[in-house]
């Protein structure tokens, strides 16, 4: 177990719906991280966050935003979702910018 | 922008040696990182080098040459639970991690 939650672990949702995945950091970790990782694919870089404030931004589309809360834990949002939008979306976490991150088990979403 | 190389798939024999390559490009510079991903689970740590030269934790030792643009897992003594897919990660000053597509490792008894 990392200690970094990740909520839901699976979600099925339609085209065009939007839905909220939720990161729970270790505790004492100021860095957020959230990556996309297709089937049979790498991980995508999406965004950052460090002590509530964004830091670093990946390929991220523009229909997706995120945010780190005052608790330090953090939220994806995936709006007008489309069919290649499924992924396992991972959240990872440190206690500094520049040391390993450790990753939740992902949630793993399916558009229909 | 950052560019990470790495071999697709690799294929090794129990107890033996094995040496995963990853090549980088990218401006700011501030350290590779080794991740071991199972299918299906998430990534978990195994290294990570700021500086030149070799770093040996156990089975593992990654390798760094900055200058290069260069890095290697090298584990030793393969066991079948090796068989992962390793993943080389690249963070900038700005706090941006880039991963390769990882190397998919298949240890034959």
């Known amino acids: 177990d990392s200690g970094v939650t990740q909520t839901p672990k699976h979600l099925i949702t339609a085209t065009g719906q939007r839905v909220t995945l939720r990161c729970s950091p270790r505790s004492g970790d100021l860095s957020v991280y959230w990556y996309q990782q297709s089937l049979d694919q790498g991980l995508q870089f999406l965004i950052q966050y460090y002590n509530g404030e964004e830091r670093a931004k990946g390929n991220i589309l523009e229909r997706f935003s995120a945010q780190q809360f005052p608790d330090l834990h953090s939220e994806l949002n995936l709006s007008s979702l489309e069919l290649g939008d499924s992924a396992l979306y991972f959240c990872?976490?440190?206690?500094?910018?520049?040391?390993?991150?450790?990753f939740g088990q992902g949630t793993r979403l399916t558009v229909v | 922008g950052q560019n990470i190389d790495q071999p697709t798939e690799m294929t090794a024999t129990e107890g033996a040696i094995v040496q995963i390559n990853c090549t980088y490009q990218?401006?700011?510079?501030?350290?590779l990182f080794w991740y071991q991903q199972h299918a299906g689970e998430a990534p978990t740590f195994l290294s990570y080098n700021v500086l030149d030269g070799l770093e040996e934790k156990g089975r593992f030792s990654s390798f760094l040459s900055r200058s290069k643009g260069y890095s290697y897992l090298l584990l030793k003594e393969l066991q079948m639970k090796d068989s992962a897919s390793y993943l080389c990660?690249?963070?900038?000053?700005?706090?941006?991690?880039?991963f390769g597509d990882g190397t998919t490792l298949t240890v034959k008894p």
């Open positions: 990872a976490s440190s206690n500094d910018m520049n040391t390993e991150a450790f």
């Open positions: 990218t401006s700011g510079f501030n350290g």
């Open positions: 990660a690249v963070k900038t000053n700005a706090g941006k991690s880039t």
